[in-house]
């Protein structure tokens, strides 16, 4: 096919129909621009699946940064609602600190708790059966340090490895109008481009949800905590939020592995 029209078929001889690609036009984009490559797109049989043995247990991967350990504490409630399903394991990994110390210091953040691991390539994530990140917000967008750590997954795009997989968030804001639900919203394009499946929580935790009692994060896009100053620690009702995610995310990825 061309580069100008979408309709006109291409007059030039392929010399082997097994290789299309090699004979479009559009090899003369540069590599930035080419199209992912589709053979491991959902359905075609080249797919590498990682639910090939049906006894193993399935993995839910929880990535996320916190800086103030606010994004932690809903991170390690959610361990614990993940793992009420039997056959699902959690997993937590943080993204890499793209911040030096000395910066750090100055912002006074507490240090990070070694026993969680940084997520050594982001190749990892295609061993995962499902997703939950979660990061603070910035201006109602997610932290620059886990926007940096999707940017990483290209080659993970070009092949589409992620398609097909579940993925949930859950983020932390500084006030009640500091993005609960834009930051959560706005990291929904880039799912979309992985051609991951997006799964809120809509209000599948209940009345807890309608409570107006107190002052608490979480929306129907994911949990979430208020930090204030920094030095608010999150809610008992935050907490079983997260914890209500944990497990109603770990039941819907055991529902599409065994489908």
Known sequence: ???????????????????????????????????????????????????????????????????????????????????MTPGVDAVLYRVPETLPEEVLSKMQAPPKDDSIPVIGSPDEL???????????????????????FFDSTGQLWREQKLAGKPAGFFVSTGTQGGGQETTAWTA??????????????????????FKMDSIRGGTPYGAGVYAGDGTREPSETELAIAEHQGKYMADIVKRIAQS
């Open 126 to 148: 295609a061993t995962a059966d499902g997703f939950l990140f979660g990061f603070p917000t910035r201006y109602g967008f997610m932290a620059a340090q886990m926007k940096a």
């Open 188 to 209: 929904i394009t880039q799912l979309a481009h992985h051609g991951m499946l997006f799964i809120p929580i809509g209000y599948t935790f209940g009345g807890g949800m």
């Open 1 to 83: 096919m061309g580069k100008g029209g979408g309709c006109v078929p291409s007059k030039k001889k392929l010399p082997n129909p097994t290789t299309t690609a090699a004979a479009s036009d559009d090899d003369s984009l540069p590599e930035s621009t080419q199209p992912p490559a589709t053979n491991h797109v959902i359905g075609n049989e080249s797919t590498t699946s990682t639910i090939s043995d049906p006894t193993r247990n399935l993995k839910l991967f929880i990535v996320f940064y916190s800086m103030y350990g606010h994004v932690e504490g809903l991170a390690r409630r959610m361990k614990r609602g993940v793992e």
